[in-house]
């Protein structure tokens, strides 16, 4: 069964670090595009970072120069680093992979890691 598994979240101080992970597993044939999204409660969801396979990628102004997304695309893994966190970088941070896995093609997502910045 093809699916994401993140690892990671947690507490932290603001101004702190943690590194987010997420592993897609299963029968994959190919993966493009990898990314997060967080949600924060009574807030729509906000895509944070995006990776393309080539190495492109693009970051919310809200995290640009203190998030950085990654790729080990021999472990079929994206990573997200987030230095100097603030409070309201607090949220539940899912990951995305747009492949095809498990024989069907569409975008698949990880279970949500919390995180959270305290002040």
């Known amino acids: 069964q093809a699916q994401l598994v993140e690892s990671g979240g947690g507490l932290v101080q603001a101004g702190g670090s943690l590194r987010l992970s997420c592993a897609a597993s299963?029968?994959?044939?190919?993966?493009?595009?990898m990314g997060w999204y967080r949600r924060t409660p009574g807030k729509l969801r906000e895509l944070v970072a995006t990776m393309t396979s080539g190495g492109d990628t693009s970051y919310a102004d809200t995290v640009k120069g203190r998030f950085t997304i990654s790729r080990d695309n021999a472990k079929n893994t994206v990573y997200l680093q987030m230095n100097s966190l603030k409070p309201m970088d607090t949220a539940v941070y899912y990951c995305?992979?747009?492949?095809?896995?498990?024989?069907?093609?569409?975008?698949?997502w990880g279970q949500g890691t919390q995180v959270t910045a305290s002040s």
């Open positions: 299963g029968y994959i044939f190919s993966i493009n595009t």
């Open positions: 995305y992979a747009e492949a095809i896995m498990g024989g069907v093609w569409g975008r698949f």
